[in-house]
Nanobody
Framework: QVQLVESGGGSVQAGASPRLSCAAS????????MGWFRQYPGKVREFVAA????????DYGDSVKGRFTISRDNAKNMVYLQMSSLKPEDTAVYYC???????????????????WGQGTQVTVSS
């Protein structure tokens, strides 16, 4: 079955630049748009970033543009989220997601994604 396993979360200081990783298995990775979302307690999941099949296109949520970078390695079935200039308001659970839409279009809504990881907590202290 499909598995998405996030890693790289934890407690960091404001301004830090950690990298989240997501290992995918059980799917044709190169045919899935991959995304990162985050969720605050009691809130719906918020779009953070997504990347096209071939890694040539990406989109970002307004709150992370210029600070976060998504990338993927199709040979390793991995997707990454390089975060920088972290702020306390970036504290959330971060989820990796895969979209099997055959059009390959980057979608911003979490409802468009078919598979999800368990999430990794990122806590940013000031």
């Amino acid at each position: 079955q499909v598995q998405l396993v996030e890693s790289g979360g934890g407690s960091v200081q404001a301004g830090a630049s950690p990298r989240l990783s997501c290992a995918a298995s059980g799917l044709t990775f190169a045919m899935h748009v991959m995304g990162w979302f985050r969720q605050y307690p009691g809130k719906v999941r918020e779009f953070v970033a997504a990347i096209s099949w071939d890694g040539r296109s990406a989109d970002y949520g307004d709150s992370v543009k210029g600070r976060f970078t998504i990338s993927r390695d199709n040979a390793k079935n991995m997707v990454y989220l390089q975060m920088s200039s972290l702020k306390p308001e970036d504290t959330a659970v971060y989820y990796c997601a895969a979209d099997k839409d055959p059009t390959g279009r980057i979608q911003l809504s979490p409802r468009s994604y078919d598979f999800w990881g368990q999430g990794t907590q990122v806590t940013v202290s000031s």
